[in-house]
């Protein structure tokens, strides 16, 4: 069963305001991108909407709805995905920031698949869209008949319009980041600022009930 116009009129716009309002994703593309340049920011904000991709496959088959009702199970992934956020900033506060410089001089961006990986299992072991997935999608399902299809449609739309918005965000935070990133020192300086958004990320998932 497809969608219907109604559904794609009703779940589009609330998808795009929800993906736009300030979470940890958005913070993670923008102070990346800022920190280490358009390319980095829009590669880890594609890697983050893929992330979606997994929780949509275990909403559809039921798998998040069991995660929801089993406590240690969710504890573990919220310390496995907060643990992951703080190593992504240790990782940013131990640079050197001379990434950007480094790119340019050389032309070839910093690993980027690598960057892509982290945003990707940086949402896909994030708990907490793990429930969000759970409790949003459902809203737009007009069939139990079909559910499993639908929710399907609706995750891999969910992801598509992220991917899009997450590029753009990145894409523009690089382009600040390039103005600002001018000097090693104050390349290093923005390093720090994205490390201690991660850190914060993760000890707030990692506290959170």
Known sequence: ????????????PAAVLIT????????MVLSLGIARGRRAGMVFGLGCALGCLSHTLLAALGISALLAATPWALQGLKIAGGGYLIWLGWQALRSSGSTLQ???GSGAPPSLARLFGKGLLANAINPKVVLFFLAFLPQFIQSNEHAPAQTAQLGVLFT???AL????????????????NTSPRRGMWLDRLA???????????LVSR
Do not use: C, I
Request: aromatic share 14%; glycine share 16%.
């Open 102 to 104: 480094q790119t340019a």
């Open 195 to 205: 490390g201690g958004v991660f850190v914060a990320l993760g000890l707030r998932l």
């Open 160 to 162: 598509l319009q992220a």
């Open 20 to 27: 736009l309002s300030p979470g940890p994703d958005n913070l």
């Open 165 to 180: 918005l997450f590029g753009t965000l990145g894409y523009f935070a690089g382009h600040a980041g390039r103005w600002l």
């Open 1 to 12: 069963m497809l969608l219907t116009p109604e559904q794609l009129f009703a779940f589009l």
